[in-house]
């Protein structure tokens, strides 16, 4: 399970510190790459930008993506995720806080494989993120790696 990556695009540092010690937390020592914003995260994904040379490693296992983030919304990088064929099936996970009824149904037009609300109590965000880390990384059979 220790060679898939996975991806936290995530604005808030908070929930980054939270997120990482959660995964800490219940062994899960995977690599966790972390984006901070819309456009940072499809510059990775795509290696283009600050991420143009680095290492062609494929693609993370799982991506988790926040919503609300500056300069290019969670939305926007799930379409643009799902148009374009190297990344059509890579596996999106909406992690936000948000609760408006229409970023769930948009998420799930786009293409977003799972849709979470975080929890706001610190133990059931650590049970979420542990459920979350052996769903995707251990059970999951995910789709075959494009490169």
Same mark, same amino acid.
């Given at each position: 399970?220790?060679?898939?990556?996975?991806?936290?695009? !995530?604005?808030?540092?908070?929930?980054? &510190?939270?997120?990482? =010690? +959660?995964?800490?937390?219940?062994?899960?020592?995977? $690599?966790?790459? /972390?984006?901070?914003?819309?456009?940072? +995260?499809?510059?990775?994904?795509?290696?283009?930008?600050?991420?143009?040379?680095?290492?062609?490693?494929?693609?993370? &296992?799982? /991506?988790?993506?926040?919503?609300? %983030?500056? =300069?290019?919304?969670?939305? &926007?990088?799930?379409?643009? /995720?799902?148009?374009?064929?190297?990344? &059509? %099936?890579?596996?999106? /996970?909406?992690?936000?806080?948000?609760? $408006?009824?229409?970023? %769930?149904? @948009?998420?799930?037009?786009?293409? +977003?494989?799972?849709?979470?609300?975080?929890? *706001?109590?610190?133990?059931?965000?650590?049970?979420? *993120?542990? @459920?979350?880390?052996?769903?995707?990384?251990?059970?999951? !059979?995910?789709?075959?790696?494009? =490169?």
């Amino acid at each position: 399970m220790s060679n898939k990556s996975i991806m936290l695009v !995530e604005d808030n540092a908070d929930d980054v &510190e939270l997120t990482l =010690r +959660a995964f800490r937390g219940n062994n899960i020592l995977n $690599e966790v790459i /972390v984006t901070r914003d819309g456009v940072e +995260a499809l510059d990775y994904i795509f290696r283009r930008g600050k991420y143009a040379d680095r290492e062609d490693t494929g693609l993370p &296992e799982v /991506v988790l993506l926040d919503l609300k %983030l500056p =300069r290019l919304s969670g939305l &926007e990088v799930l379409k643009a /995720v799902r148009s374009d064929p190297r990344t &059509e %099936l890579l596996p999106v /996970v909406v992690l936000t806080s948000s609760k $408006e009824e229409s970023d %769930l149904i @948009q998420s799930y037009a786009l293409g +977003a494989n799972s849709y979470i609300r975080k929890p *706001v109590d610190f133990n059931e965000f650590i049970e979420a *993120v542990r @459920q979350l880390g052996l769903y995707w990384l251990l059970l999951n !059979e995910g789709p075959p790696k494009h =490169r």
